[in-house]
Structures are given as C-alpha cells and as structure tokens.
C-alpha cells in the first residue's frame, strides 16, 4: 500500500497544522495506522495510531495537542496538530502493520518545522 503524506509547513510555536496522508487502498489493510515523526538526529517514533475500531493512542508529548482521526471512504488519515512546540520539529510519515505481515511504503513524510 502507498503512502502519501502531505500538510506540513513551516509554522510559529504556539501554532496549527493539518497533516493529511492518503492511501493507495484501504486502511483496514492495516491493523491500526499511526503518524510517525523523526526529528532531526532521532529515531523515528510512533506519535499517534488509530485502530479500525477507534482506539486512539498518544505519545506523552503530543497528548492534548493532536488528534488524530480517518475518513475510510477517502482512504485518508489526519493528523490536527495544536499548540505546535519547536520539538514537534520533524518529518512525519504515515504508516502501520499491514495484517499480511510487514509495513505500508513509507513514503517521502511530510516535514514541519516549528520557529520558536
């Protein structure tokens, strides 16, 4: 499955962005789909997913800052990102275990930077 992830920008601490990730088939391919971020220098960490049932789950860092949220009929995953502080600086992809076994393509991310 092909990933596509799109909405980052560069933006002011205090500020909003919208990230969007479009797949090439459907979602429910995928056990729970998340949004991934590397920071500069880092490892890439799991910051959000969402199962087809709904779960949610958020790293420490982002709880009550980002939503996370799908439209199955777009085969489309966002990512609300509020309150942005320069450490969510990083690219940020789309992606999670396929149920066949392995990863979606990660594709190129998204890259958002936050100014302090």
């Known amino acids: 499955v092909q990933l596509q992830a799109s909405g980052g920008g560069l933006v002011q601490a205090g500020g909003s962005l919208r990230l969007s990730c479009s797949a090439s088939?459907?979602?429910?391919?995928?056990?729970?789909m998340g949004w991934y971020r590397q920071a500069p220098g880092k490892q890439r960490e799991l910051v959000a997913s969402r199962t087809n049932s709904g779960n949610t789950y958020y790293g420490d860092s982002v709880k009550g800052r980002f939503t996370i949220s799908r439209d199955n009929a777009k085969n489309t995953l966002y990512l609300q990102m509020n309150s942005l502080k320069p450490e969510d600086t990083g690219v940020y992809y789309c992606?999670?275990?396929?149920?066949?076994?392995?990863?979606?393509?990660w594709g190129q991310g998204t890259l958002v930077t936050v100014s302090s």
């Open positions: 992606n999670g275990p396929l149920r066949g076994g392995g990863f979606g393509s």
């Open positions: 088939g459907s979602m429910f391919s995928f056990t729970y």
